[in-house]
Nanobody, 123 residues
Framework: QVQLVESGGGLVQVGDSLRLSCAAS????????MGWFRQAPGKEREFVAW????????SYADSVKGRFTISRDNAKTTVYLQMNSLKPEDTAVYYC????????????????WGQGTQLTVSS
């Protein structure tokens, strides 16, 4: 059981950087693999990145490789998404999610979700 709260979204310009945070409840945070997903208007929620429970393994969608970095601080029970060189196509609501079982790009493999935080990238 874990509760997730995203923060850090906002309005930025093309090429800017921003860091999203996802604060998790409880001491069990270190047991969960964590993912970031995003959903643009009229689109399905899509995978962005995941990080293993211990933080040693990561994976990224092709669209964000080289620009985004996922990290976690288990002592602070927080996962981060550092976003650099932002593009208008990055505009979306960003969600963090927790999986107790697998490292996955699939929405259905994540049992817990935050409420989302809005990122808007303008030109």
């Amino acid at each position: 059981q874990v509760q997730l709260v995203e923060s850090g979204g906002g309005l930025v310009q093309v090429g800017d950087s921003l860091r999203l945070s996802c604060a998790a409840s409880g001491h069990t945070f270190s047991n969960y693999h964590m993912g970031w997903f995003r959903q643009a208007p009229g689109k399905e929620r899509e995978f962005v990145a995941w990080i293993s429970s211990g933080g040693s393994r990561t994976s990224y969608a092709d669209s964000v490789k080289g620009r985004f970095t996922i990290s976690r601080d288990n002592a602070k029970t927080t996962v981060y998404l550092q976003m650099n060189s932002l593009k208008p196509e990055d505009t979306a609501v960003y969600y963090c999610a927790a999986s107790i079982y697998v490292l996955s790009t699939r929405r259905a493999d994540y049992g817990y979700w935050g409420q989302g935080t809005q990122l808007t990238v303008s030109s």
